[in-house]
Nanobody
Framework: QVQLVESGGGSVQIEGSLRLSCTASRTNFTRTCMGWFRQAPGKEREAVASISVGGNNRTYYGDSVKGRFTIAQDYAANTVYLQMNSLKPEDTAVYYC??????????????????WGQGTQVTVSS
């Protein structure tokens, strides 16, 4: 029902910036939650940020990225963005766009996300 396509990953130096984009296909719904997760080699998947799309625009962030990353939406373009600033080596991971259609649920319920993109690599080096 929802297909997600990410773009914008790449390599950057410490304290640099990158912006990821995720465009969603839609089928007859007006509100969804979209977010970003990441997974580094040998580590568990970690929630990064999420936003209510077509709803109240409320955002949620993982503790490790608060103050450095910003999630935003372009509702007309079915696209969410993740602006990543002050990048650190520990931000290196595959970043996945995700979504869920449970309009009654909080977009901060990380376990609810059940649509996933293919992932895009972000590498931060010194």
């Amino acid at each position: 029902q929802v297909q997600l396509v990410e773009s914008g990953g790449g390599s950057v130096q410490i304290e640099g910036s990158l912006r990821l984009s995720c465009t969603a296909s839609r089928t007859n719904f007006t509100r969804t939650c979209m977010g970003w997760f990441r997974q580094a080699p040998g580590k568990e998947r970690e929630a990064v940020a999420s936003i209510s799309v077509g709803g109240n625009n409320r955002t949620y962030y993982g503790d490790s990225v608060k103050g450095r990353f910003t999630i935003a939406q372009d509702y007309a373009a079915n696209t969410v963005y993740l602006q990543m600033n002050s990048l650190k080596p520990e931000d290196t991971a595959v970043y996945y766009c995700a979504a869920h259609l449970r309009f009654w649920a909080s977009c901060g319920n990380w376990a609810d996300y059940d649509y996933w993109g293919q992932g895009t690599q972000v590498t931060v080096s010194s």
